[in-house]
Antibody
């Protein structure tokens, strides 16, 4: 059974940094594109970033490009999101999500999410 | 970037109703569209992928159709467990996974 567990969220001041982790189990992490999706309080879903199975290609929403970095350590079955220069508008629940296939596809498994709050 | 527009934003329906939600893309995305259901405080759940393929374990009362720029999610015989928010997502544009703004299905 696929299991994704995010950690690393919390309260951070504007301009600060956080590193989110997503521990994956139940599947071969290196075989799938992995994603981060966020949801601000009371708002809809927003795709944030994706990374290919080997980590060679990364993609970002314009809203986080240059501030966030996605990475993965397949040997540790872990996905990461390094978030720098955080802003109030980055406040959201951040979900780690697995793509259905090795190519660009829908996401078929999600973690429970970790809350990031950016506030003075 | 491709924009996804869902309608309606809110839908009031009764148990047993047939419900249809529409998602429009700002340019053709072929059939690279997914539908998700989300309940309060929970992660989204994949219902439909590639516009009309039912994800394993999803009840057959859910169906998807469309291609190009216009897509629909239909729920036949709405059940109490179906009251939730539904999102479409395009995954045609390589490196972008834009979501629609969501449709909340409420009890009438």
């Amino acid at each position: 059974e696929v299991h994704l567990l995010e950690s690393g969220g919390g309260l951070v001041q504007p301009g600060g940094s956080l590193r989110l982790s997503c521990a994956a189990s139940g599947f071969t992490l290196s075989s799938y594109i992995m994603n981060w999706v966020r949801q601000a309080p009371g708002k809809g879903l927003e795709w944030v970033s994706s990374i290919t199975g080997g980590g060679g290609s990364t993609y970002y929403a314009d809203s986080v490009k240059g501030r966030f970095t996605i990475s993965r350590d397949n040997s540790k079955n872990t996905l990461y999101l390094q978030m720098n220069s955080l802003r109030a508008e980055d406040t959201a629940v951040y979900y780690c999500a697995k793509s259905r296939s090795s190519g660009w596809s829908a996401t078929d498994s999600w973690g429970q999410g970790t809350l990031v709050t950016v506030s003075p | 970037d491709i924009q996804m527009t869902q309608s309606p934003s809110t839908l009031s329906a009764s148990v047993g109703d047939r419900v249809t939600i529409t998602c429009r893309a700002s340019q053709s995305i072929s059939s690279w569209l997914a539908w998700y259901q989300q309940k309060p405080g929970k992660a989204p759940n994949l219902l439909i992928y590639k516009a009309s393929s039912l994800e394993s374990g999803v009840p057959s009362r859910f169906s998807g159709s469309g291609s190009g720029t216009e897509f629909t999610l239909t729920i036949n015989s709405l059940q109490p467990d179906d009251f939730a928010t539904y999102y479409c997502q395009q995954y045609n544009t390589y490196s972008r996974g834009t979501f629609g703004q969501g449709t909340k299905v409420e009890i009438k």
